[in-house]
């Protein structure tokens, strides 16, 4: 089972940019999905980005299409989450999860590992 863990977090002000990165150890990244998930003050942890084993599938959730890319490099283990155009609604701490299977989805308990998550926080 892979472990991942964050970096890359922040203070940025509004319209600017932040690259997350997922350092994943263990064993055979490449059979896992990767998942970005993000959680408010107050408010309950809400699915951001996944994509897929091989980074040929990628789905995102509606508020950050066309903003956010969410990418990963097998050979480093590592997934990217490239955040641009920041908006204040975007602070949360952001959270890395991995599940073994093929498919990226935004269902946070089918996630098999979890990060500590990285704190992101957008000035207006």
């Known amino acids: 089972q892979v472990q991942p863990v964050e970096s890359g977090g922040g203070l940025v002000q509004a319209g600017g940019s932040l690259r997350l990165s997922c350092a994943a150890s263990?064993?055979?990244?490449?059979?896992?999905?990767m998942g970005w998930f993000r959680q408010a003050p107050g408010k309950e942890r809400e699915f951001v980005a996944a994509?897929?084993?091989?980074?040929?599938?990628?789905y995102y959730t509606d508020s950050v299409k066309g903003r956010f890319t969410i990418s990963r490099d097998n050979a480093k283990n590592t997934v990217y989450l490239q955040m641009n155009s920041l908006k204040y609604e975007d602070t949360a701490v952001y959270y890395c999860?991995?599940?073994?299977?093929?498919?990226?989805?935004?269902?946070?308990?089918?996630?098999?590992?979890w990060g500590q998550g990285t704190q992101v926080t957008v000035s207006s």
């Open positions: 999860a991995a599940r073994y299977a093929f498919s990226p989805i935004s269902i946070p308990r089918e996630y098999d590992s």
């Open positions: 263990g064993r055979a990244f490449s059979n896992y999905a």
């Open positions: 994509i897929s084993r091989s980074g040929g599938t990628t």
